[in-house]
């Protein structure tokens, strides 16, 4: 059995799986009450920047504390599985997540595991950003890749034909390319605030860079041709697909911009 752990990103007391696989961890913690779980500022971590970085901090902290031969990162409410679930208790949802030997067994033919792409359909991935966020960052990192890593240009310019993307920053991928990936990651993440003024931005507004980071795994994966298997992604809990399409067609339609997650 390969040495496998996933941390399960969370900012609030949840029910967690039962699979020591899955590693609780609470994101954000420094400064904040302690829920009981793996804290991410321990070590070497960034979780003062949790406000901005949403889910990072703790993947951050996975990467520079976390020994294992595979890391992968899920969310308190997200989590992968291949299975119907048709019941709403949570602790029943969680039941359906996916196992260490299924992981373990997708793991044999592939370095990456990644969820099923989130399509859009109507509109690409760069007009969606900017028709629901303000798209300064987003430009702002197209500057600093063309910069500093041109070879993942072309690949980011992309996000201007693509429809679809592996979304929410969860994967499980091998330690040594969970490296490559990470320092390159936050070396653009960390020159982005040099750039950007995030006080100008509303709380919400202001995680530009946990948002950001969900289309980049895309132009790294693609720019260095490597591949991966998908699984589908399940919510523990409802998601209100009505207003959220709502909300979607509101954003496209008349540039009314999200103004909370869903």
Same mark, same amino acid.
């Given at each position: 059995?390969?040495?496998?752990? &996933? *941390? ?6 949840? #029910?967690?799986? #039962?699979? /020591? ?6 994101? $954000?913690?420094? $400064?904040?009450?302690?829920? $009981? ?10 979780? !003062?920047? /949790? ?33 119907? &679930? +048709? ?13 260490? /030997? ?5 793991? #044999? ?26 798209? #300064? ?40 390319? +969970? ?5 390159? %990651? ?5 020159? %982005?605030?040099?750039?950007? =003024? ?16 969900? !289309? !980049? +795994? =895309? ?16 919510? &523990?809990? @409802?998601? @209100?697909? *009505? ?11 008349? $540039? ?7």
């Amino acid at each position: 059995m390969k040495n496998i752990k &996933i *941390i399960v990103a969370t900012h609030k007391k949840y #029910e967690m799986p #039962e699979d /020591n696989m899955y590693i609780p961890v609470q994101v $954000g913690k420094e $400064g904040k009450q302690d829920l $009981g779980y793996t804290p991410d500022n321990t070590g070497e971590n960034i979780s !003062l920047k /949790n406000p901005y970085y949403c889910e990072l901090t703790g993947l951050y902290w996975a990467w520079k504390n976390l020994d294992a031969e595979y890391i992968g990162l899920v969310h308190y409410r997200r989590y992968f599985s291949n299975k119907t &679930i +048709l019941t709403k208790d949570i602790k029943q949802r969680l039941t359906k997540i996916s196992s260490i /030997n299924e992981i373990d067994r997708m793991l #044999e033919s592939t370095d990456i595991i990644l969820p099923k792409k989130r399509k859009y359909y109507i509109e690409d991935l760069y007009s969606h950003y900017k028709h629901t966020m303000y798209v #300064e960052p987003l430009d702002r990192t197209k500057e600093i890749i063309d910069k500093k890593y041109p070879e993942y240009s072309k690949e980011f310019e992309k996000l201007h034909k693509r429809t679809s993307a592996h979304m929410f920053n969860m994967f499980i991928m091998k330690k040594e390319k +969970l490296n490559e990936y990470c320092t390159w %990651l936050f070396d653009i993440l960390f020159e %982005l605030e040099k750039l950007v =003024d995030v006080s100008k931005y509303d709380s919400f507004h202001a995680r530009f860079f946990g948002r950001i980071s969900e !289309l !980049l +795994l =895309d132009v790294w994966i693609n720019t260095n041709k490597l591949s991966y298997k998908e699984i589908k992604v399940i919510d &523990i809990e @409802n998601v @209100n697909w *009505i207003k959220k399409g709502k909300a979607f067609l509101s954003a496209k339609f008349t $540039g009314k911009r999200y103004e909370k997650s869903f």
